[in-house]
């Protein structure tokens, strides 16, 4: 795994640029996650998101950043099986070893510190109308602080999923943009919070039939799609670059990929929903193009635009089937589809690539082989860690808001005002003066 | 029934480590991941389904 060079200034250029667009990302998201919740929530939704950001950059640096490490640095690690296992970084705490000079270690850092806050914002659209904020935050610290480095050190910051090649032989774990380190990690932590929540209340009648609660902004949802992919262009750009030593002359098929995949992805939704539905849902159709995104971050530049489509278009199919089968089957409420989008189309894209496109001189099986590995281990390890850090601190902070709460809204129930408040309609205004 | 299922997705991945330490030749190795991920797969549906039917009691 290279590094970008310091002294080559285009790269430095490139990297800032594209780091300076990450949190249209973020802001895309925030958009969305709102729209597609009540209205009785969504200040507090746009607060919960700020939050999520804040303390994601703040626990990041003080400790996350440490054991993310980054390729080259001080690591832990032990022998065993004649293979050496780097599975937590050893930086100094609060980021002292990083000199903020523009080296790669200072502009990873920077990259890093929007990532985290990237995963992190993700479980709030899941958790929406009913995930109160003290949790929210004490769950953003430890993920961000504990979850997010761990995984991010394993494939980006030279653990062990990324020295498969040295180790076993088979090619490495390779994620360019992002796929399994923010967004299936956020998937997963949205899963969890979804199953400890429970449904907004109303969602289910006693029969178990589910109620439509659609989205109170959709224009917000949609707007925040073409923001979105603003920001994850820089996001890829900045990983394959800093991450995967990817030169500039890589960043055009990186944007135009991206722009194929959430664009595949989008009208993959749209027919997908004219056939099933007989006429096309806005908001599946703003899932399928972050889930375009999403599936073709995996890969970046490097498979074919052909495969960027197809990657996309699958993705856009998925989402949509996996929204209704975790609403209607599963009886799991995810109001911004967070799970279907994120972790979903993210492991698609993960296993897209494998099969695709590799970035290493190994062959397209033992890519495909090390892209599995990476796959069981989100699912074998990281999901059973982000669903018990979840059940421990809902045990002592419990998440979800009370009985009341969930019908006030979460803006009067928590913020002691609404999002928009000459929607509501005083009494006193009708009595005669 | 959570219990179980977060023990299979773990017991899966540790399968999925096991092959690639200790097997050499690529099938093998392909054989051994694909069935560490087959019981994750089983775990994580176990799971889904201890907290569906939760939702279900909870009505």
Known sequence: MNQVNPVNQLNLTLCLLSILLTPFAAAGLALIHQGLGRSRSAAHAMLSTLCALSVAAIVFVLVGASWAGHAGGAVHSFQAAGAQWSWLGNDALLARSIVLDGSPGSLILCLQIFTAGLAAIIPLSTGTDRWRLAPICLATALFAGLVYPLFVHWVWGGGWLSQLAANFGIAPFEDMGGAAVIQVTGGLMALSVAWLLGPRRGKYSDDGMATAIPGHNIVLVLFGCIIALVGWIGLECATSILIYAATPQQIVGIMINAVLSASAGCLAAVLTTQIRYRKPDASLSANGWIAGLVAGSAACSFVSLAAAILIGAVAGVLTTYMVEIFELRLLVDDPGGAISVHAGAGIWGLIAFGIFGTQSNMTLSNHLLAQLIGVATLLGFMLPLIHGVNLLVNRFVPYRVDRDGDWQGMDIRELGAGAYPEFVIHADEFIPR | ?59
Do not use: D, H, N, P
Not at chain 2, 29 to 56: D, H, N
């Open chain 2, 1 to 59: 029934m959570k219990l179980i299922g977060c023990s299979l997705l773990f017991s899966g991945w540790l399968i999925v480590v096991a092959a690639l330490v200790m097997l050499t030749a690529f099938l093998q190795r392909a054989a051994f991941i694909s069935a560490g991920l087959g019981i994750e797969i089983v775990g994580l549906v176990l799971l889904t389904q201890a907290y569906t039917a939760m939702q279900r009691r909870a009505r």
